[in-house]
């Protein structure tokens, strides 16, 4: 079981940055991949950033260049870097983790979520 707690959201002009963290607790073995979802209001869904056990990252091409995701090992804690905001970077934030090597943009990957933090740009 793993439990998870996103914190960092808040509002923000565009071109700005924001970071999300997300901190894991419960048993987090180094095979354990995570990553970050994001859902727009009356929108799916939708991978965003994920990092594998095995250290590959992969990244949604709207964000590439832009968001980073890293993860301190030693504080069990997930990392979002968001530069260079966009308005339709607006949403909510979820991390999500799974049992597994390899990093996956699948919703359906993940057994575990957090509760959400939310994402503000404006323009």
């Known amino acids: 079981q793993v439990q998870l707690v996103e914190s960092g959201g808040g509002s923000v002009q565009a071109g700005g940055s924001l970071r999300l963290s997300c901190a894991a607790s419960?048993?987090?073995?180094?095979?354990?991949?995570m990553a970050w979802f994001r859902q727009a209001p009356g929108k799916e869904r939708e991978g965003v950033a994920a990092?594998?056990?095995?250290?590959?990252?992969i990244y949604a091409d709207s964000v590439k260049g832009r968001f980073t995701i890293s993860r301190d090992n030693a504080k069990n804690t997930l990392f979002l870097q968001m530069n260079s905001l966009k308005p339709e970077d607006t949403a909510t934030y979820y991390c999500a983790a799974a049992y597994g090597w390899n990093p996956s943009l699948r919703k359906g990957s993940y057994a575990y979520w957090g509760q959400g933090t939310p994402v503000t740009v404006s323009s």
């Open positions: 419960g048993y987090i073995p180094i095979s354990i991949s």
């Open positions: 990092l594998g056990g095995n250290g590959g990252t």
